[in-house]
């Protein structure tokens, strides 16, 4: 594991992810089945056009993420508060020194190898998570990903919404995830190199 301590949202923490697939993005090569996903091919040139260019598309952010954004260091402070753990901001983080790929988590606590993932959704969305006390499947990919990057061997998803209880839930390593998620980076890897010294 490998860590680089940027401010996440800089222009550094952005230039460090330039062209590397990412957690938050594994949705777009493998399935929560483990199948390839029918948005590949889509984030290979989007990938591809961001190491071409030496620079990336703008995302879109609607005013519910930016109010997320917003509370996150709050949403930090209270996991500290209920855990009686101390949350050590990372900007990315690589399985390795070839900086293939990397997860970009909320927080790490180190001393017990745990990593955090954060959400500050709109009250609407934290009571269907309240109700359905499990982690929403759309983000178990990017979970798993990470685990898989940092060799973790628990992750901590935390939904918080200030005035309403937290939905907080561990995360264990699904081992069989993990081995397809391994196969499909190195050929997702090896197929983004192959179209760049191709397109350059």
């Not at 923490?13 to 399935?31: M, R, V």
């Not at 995302?59 to 050590?88: A, C, P, Q």
């Not at 081992?175 to 191709?198: G, H, P, S, T, Y």
Request: charged share 30%; hydrophobic share 35%.
């Amino acid at each position: 594991m490998l860590v680089v301590k940027l401010e996440q949202g800089s222009e550094e923490w952005f230039e460090e992810k330039l062209g590397k697939p990412s957690a938050s993005n594994c949705s777009k090569i493998i399935t929560n089945e483990g199948k390839k996903s029918t948005q590949r091919k889509g984030y290979l040139y989007e990938l591809a056009g961001e190491i071409i260019t030496k620079r990336r598309e703008d995302g879109y952010k609607n005013k519910f993420m930016e109010g997320g954004n917003e509370r996150e260091e709050e949403s930090r402070t209270y996991y500290e508060l209920i855990t009686g753990t101390e949350v050590e901001p990372v900007g990315v983080i690589y399985k390795n020194k070839e900086k293939k790929f990397l997860c970009s988590p909320d927080g790490i606590v180190t001393d017990q190898k745990i990593g955090l993932e954060m959400k500050n959704p709109i009250a609407k969305t934290q009571v269907q998570y309240l109700l359905e006390q499990r982690v929403p499947t759309i983000y178990m990919p990017q979970i798993q990903f990470s685990l898989y990057v940092t060799g973790f061997k628990h992750w901590d998803f935390l939904s918080y919404v200030p005035d309403m209880k937290p939905l907080l839930i561990r995360v264990e390593r699904d081992k069989e995830f993990i081995a397809k998620l391994d196969e499909a980076l190195k050929v997702f890897c090896a197929d983004l190199d192959n179209i760049v010294n191709q397109i350059k």
